[in-house]
């Protein structure tokens, strides 16, 4: 399968060649992905862990009175130019952190060791990194990425390309977003590597909560080839008490519905606790998974999987106490009954037991139990957004504004500003390109 480009006229390649990418997601899902390869005795295994680390710098203007012909570089360049101002001292260990994980995994294996991590890096950071001359960057992920020697120790997960934040984006836009990081992605690491993407990291691990919404978001990701997708704890409930997630280290099914009566699925991988980078900094997973027994699933004993995600280069902590706290935990972990696992690789073992999908306890997003009460599936938009608006004004704690990292941000609220002439233009661009079928190879 031949390879795309990386550029197309000094721009990244986003888009243009979208059947040559779901050829290779298609290709990519006739065999397992790591189960082959993994070298870790399932059968013994009582407990594992899931680390993944979440990078993104975003572009901005480089200066200038005129922002339709300024320069668009990434924030960690002007971090880099301008080291003086506030904390911009950290952007030389940025850098390092983009970089590191690359040096780590291959070192350990180098040891004999079984490393392993999941990797969430924006579209924009990608092309950041490149733009700026930071091509060691790139290939020391690269070489993990696709070295049969390492790549097993090392799971991507999907993202938006541009760190775009589901309940607050058009669902037209997202899936713009969704694709254009595969297409990316593609043209960097390679057709094949992409085929081995199976997860999705959501920016903010923000969750639409709107039934429309939230039926659109898990379509998008299905559409697009993805097997399972993160989700804080916080943001999802049990549909037959709208109490939250009870067995929080098992998968689960997200299960949206929205007012047709149109219902989408996804496999669910929960992260615990709220926002805090020495989570992942200091291997908290591991050591939690440490003191855990197998649970039961489907009738099976299985080992349940402690999984965070966290800011792979904000912070003290993670900048200075993950390289030793990570090597550490690999080298005690490798060969033992708590071994590191990335998602797919889990899932892949469980389904060699004879368990499957369908196996997994229901979830959806937090406050639906209130509308289906209320509301059944198939009355239409307009019944549904009377019944909302009933729950509105009968408690000023419901919304319809999705959750993330610990609810207590809205990633709608105090952005009327932007999104208003967002969702005109998203309107218009729906209008002019995508209803009329513009090809996206289209060079006007």
């Known amino acids: 399968m031949s390879e795309l480009s990386e550029y197309i006229d000094g721009l990244p390649n986003i888009s243009g060649m979208e059947e040559r990418v779901a050829d290779a997601l298609t290709e990519g899902k006739q065999s397992p992905v790591f189960l082959g390869s993994s070298g870790i005795d399932f059968g013994r295994v009582r407990s594992a862990c899931a680390i993944a680390l979440h990078m993104h710098q975003p572009l901005i203007p480089a200066g200038g009175g005129d922002l339709r012909t300024a320069e668009i570089i990434s924030n960690l360049k002007y971090m880099m130019d301008n080291q003086h101002i506030g904390d911009n001292h950290n952007a030389p260990v940025f850098q390092w952190c983009y970089k590191r994980i ?3 995994t291959s070192q350990l294996f180098n040891e004999g060791k079984q490393p392993r991590a999941m990797l969430e890096y924006s579209g924009t950071l990608l092309h950041g990194l490149r733009h700026m001359g930071l091509h060691d960057v790139i290939d020391s992920l690269k070489r993990v990425t696709c070295d049969p020697n390492y790549r097993r120790g090392i799971e991507w997960l999907g993202c938006p390309w541009g760190h775009a934040v589901a309940p607050s984006t058009p669902v037209q836009d997202y899936r713009l977003h969704v694709r254009a990081w595969q297409h990316h992605f593609a043209a960097i690491f390679g057709l094949q590597a992409l085929g081995r993407v199976r997860g999705f990291s959501p920016s903010e691990m923000a969750l639409p909560n709107h039934p429309d919404i939230a039926y659109e978001f898990v379509k998008t990701l299905t559409d697009c080839g993805f097997q399972w997708v993160l989700v804080q704890e916080h943001t999802v409930e049990r549909p037959e008490n709208g109490w939250g997630p009870e067995l929080k280290h098992l998968p689960h099914r997200l299960v949206c519905t929205n007012s047709k009566g149109e219902t989408a ?3 669910a991988i929960i992260k615990t606790q709220g926002s805090d980078t020495k989570l992942v900094a200091q291997m908290q997973p591991y050591y939690e998974a440490k003191s855990l027994p197998r649970w039961e699933l489907a009738g099976k004993q299985v080992p349940p999987l402690v999984t965070q995600i966290a800011d792979g280069e904000n912070g003290g902590v993670m900048m200075n106490e993950f390289p030793s706290r990570f090597t550490d935990s690999v080298r005690e972990s490798s060969g033992s009954e708590t071994p590191l696992m990335n998602v797919t690789e889990y899932l892949e073992h469980l ?4 368990i499957q999908e369908q196996d997994f306890p229901v979830l959806q997003p937090i ?27 009968e408690d000023g704690r419901f919304h319809m504004e999705g959750g ?7 990633w709608v609220q105090g952005y009327e500003n932007l999104l208003g002439p967002m969702e005109k233009a998203s309107s218009l661009f729906h209008e002019k390109v995508l209803q009329k079928n513009v090809p996206s190879s289209d060079k006007r």
């Open 404 to 410: 993330s990292w610990t609810n207590n941000i809205s």
């Open 102 to 104: 690359g040096e780590f």
């Open 367 to 393: 406050l639906q139990k209130r509308i289906w009460d209320r509301f059944k599936a198939g009355d239409g938009s307009e019944k549904m957004a009377k019944v909302i608006e009933e729950l509105k004004k």
């Open 265 to 267: 699925s996804i496999i």
């Open 351 to 354: 389904f060699a037991m004879g």
